[in-house]
């Protein structure tokens, strides 16, 4: 039985894998929180009723040209009119597999979150190249702090 009473969504799209990897050790580390309620999505099949649900988001994406995904943009897109004013301050956080240096992607990401306005709590990931157990170990230390944070009404 579930007794979770708080919400963290994790939303990523993925091509190659690699962000998928990460979505998955974020989604591990968030689990970890008895009384967080963790949904895994990916951005295609994600919504503004998962938004709005939502008392934590984490946005996971590959770097493609220097910029976020297709698919993460298209959620960004679809959410942010019905969602304006009804998720001001939700707290954030990034976590990005990048080819290049990632902070295009970064950079689109938060230009964005700022209109929302989403409020980031806590630093980005960003995995450069082949992905390594330290940056899977990161990405569950992500999904675990966020999630404490929003258990503990922190962020």
């Known amino acids: ?66 910029y976020m995904s297709g698919a993460m943009k298209n959620f960004l897109d679809r959410t942010y009119y019905p969602a304006q004013g009804k998720i001001n301050g939700l707290p954030y956080a990034v976590f990005i597999s990048a080819g ?8 689109s990401i938060e230009r964005i979150a700022r209109g929302y306005p989403l409020k980031p709590v806590c630093d980005p990931i960003i995995a450069r190249g082949e992905l390594s157990a330290e940056v899977l170990r990161q990405c569950e230390e992500l999904g675990e702090t966020m999630a404490l944070g929003v258990a503990w009404g922190i962020f």
């Open 100 to 107: 290049n240096d990632g902070s295009g992607a970064l950079t």
């Open 1 to 66: 039985m579930n007794f979770a009473t708080h919400r963290l969504l994790i939303v990523y799209h993925s091509q190659t894998g690699h962000t998928r990897a990460m979505a998955r050790a974020v989604a591990r580390g968030a689990r970890r929180v008895d009384e967080v309620e963790t949904r895994l999505k990916m951005a295609l099949r994600t919504g503004l009723d998962d938004l709005l649900w939502a008392q934590g988001l984490l946005l996971g994406t590959p770097e493609n040209f220097g």
